[in-house]
């Protein structure tokens, strides 16, 4: 049964810094393809940063040059760098993972960010 454990969230003040992790359990293998996604308050799911193979990565617009994603095969887990963080960075973040071999995508349970001003 393979389950993702997220973790790292928190408050932070506008301009902090937060590490998001995303642990897999279970029999998936090693990670492919992974991403973080976003929903504030009243608005829809928005994809933040994606990776595949461990070295191709996306970012939103929004993002870009504040964020790094990234993982550790070795601990199967992947990460999200939050840097210089603003209070419309606040939301619940969710991580996506796709194992080798699976067509399956897997989601985290969701950790909140919440960034005050």
């Known amino acids: 049964q393979v389950q993702l454990v997220e973790s790292g969230g928190g408050l932070v003040q506008a301009g902090g810094s937060l590490r998001l992790s995303c642990a897999a359990t279970?029999?998936?293998?090693?990670?492919?393809?992974g991403a973080w996604y976003r929903q504030a308050p009243g608005k829809q799911r928005e994809l933040v940063a994606h990776i595949t193979s461990g070295v191709s990565t996306f970012y939103a617009e929004s993002v870009k040059a504040r964020f790094t994603i990234s993982g550790d095969n070795s601990k199967n887990t992947l990460y999200l760098q939050m840097n210089s963080l603003k209070p419309e960075d606040t939301g619940i973040y969710y991580c996506?993972?796709?194992?080798?071999?699976?067509?399956?995508?897997?989601w985290g349970q969701g950790t909140q960010v919440t960034v005050s001003s």
């Open positions: 996506n993972v796709k194992f080798w071999g699976s067509a399956y995508y897997y």
């Open positions: 279970g029999s998936g293998g090693s990670i492919n393809m």
